[in-house]
Nanobody, 121 residues
């Protein structure tokens, strides 16, 4: 059993900051890519940021320069530091990871339950 548990969401004023965390737990041999997605009301889920196990990153254009994704491999945890938040950043933020449960098995994709981020104007 593998679980991804997010924390750190909340209500913040425009221009403020939040830091999201997502910890993977359970039977884990290796974690490849880890990512953050978000879904605003009435919109499709979109990829916000992704980080490989080697530390390479990629971001949604609208968050470049404001958000930073990082990971602590020893803790199986990924973070999203969000600065200069805007009302359009509002949504449910989901953690996603490709995880291998054994050293010879295949990777499976896992999602967290989501954490609400609300940015007021």
């Amino acid at each position: 059993q593998v679980q991804l548990v997010e924390s750190g969401g909340g209500l913040v004023q425009a221009g403020g900051s939040l830091r999201l965390s997502c910890a993977a737990s359970g039977s884990i041999a290796r974690i490849a890519d880890m990512a953050w997605y978000r879904q605003a009301p009435g919109k499709q889920r979109e990829l916000v940021a992704i980080i490989t196990d080697g530390g390479s990153t990629n971001y949604l254009d609208s968050v470049k320069g404001r958000f930073t994704i990082s990971r602590d491999n020893a803790k199986n945890t990924v973070y999203l530091q969000m600065n200069s938040l805007r009302p359009e950043d509002t949504g449910v933020y989901y953690c996603n990871a490709n995880i291998r449960r054994t050293y010879v098995g295949n990777y499976s994709n896992y999602w967290g339950q989501g954490t609400q981020v609300t940015v007021s104007s």
